[in-house]
Nanobody
Framework: QVQLVESGGGLVQVGGSLRLSCAASGSIFSINTMGWYRQAPGKQRELVATITSGTVIYYGDSVKGRFTISRDNAKNSVTLQMSNLKPEDTAVYYC????????????????WGQGTQVTVSP
């Protein structure tokens, strides 16, 4: 049982910046991966960025050089700093936490926030 609460979505003009934050609570293991995914209308969900508890980072190709992900392990929080925003960044952004399955299950447990809308206007 993990809960993720997102904040920071909103409206921004092309070239602007926005910061998304996500705080996790509940039964969180010390080793986990947190990140952000996004989904635009009619599109598949897309990985934006992930960061492990050991701070290994992966960025989707479309956001490399523009977005920065960071985390605070002590607070179980993750932040996405988005810069030089483009209209194609418009989507609902979802915070994600993945960790080893409970009860010794081999499949990881995967948790999602409720999503926050990011709209980039031309």
């Amino acid at each position: 049982q993990v809960q993720l609460v997102e904040s920071g979505g909103g409206l921004v003009q092309v070239g602007g910046s926005l910061r998304l934050s996500c705080a996790a609570s509940g039964s969180i293991f010390s080793i986990n991966t947190m990140g952000w995914y996004r989904q635009a209308p009619g599109k598949q969900r897309e990985l934006v960025a992930t960061i492990t508890s050991g701070t290994v980072i992966y960025y989707g190709d479309s956001v490399k050089g523009r977005f920065t992900i960071s985390r605070d392990n002590a607070k179980n929080s993750v932040t996405l700093q988005m810069s030089n925003l483009k209209p194609e960044d418009t989507a609902v952004y979802y915070c994600n936490l993945r960790q080893s399955g409970r009860f010794g299950r081999l499949i990881d447990d995967n948790y999602w926030g409720q999503g926050t809308q990011v709209t980039v206007s031309p």
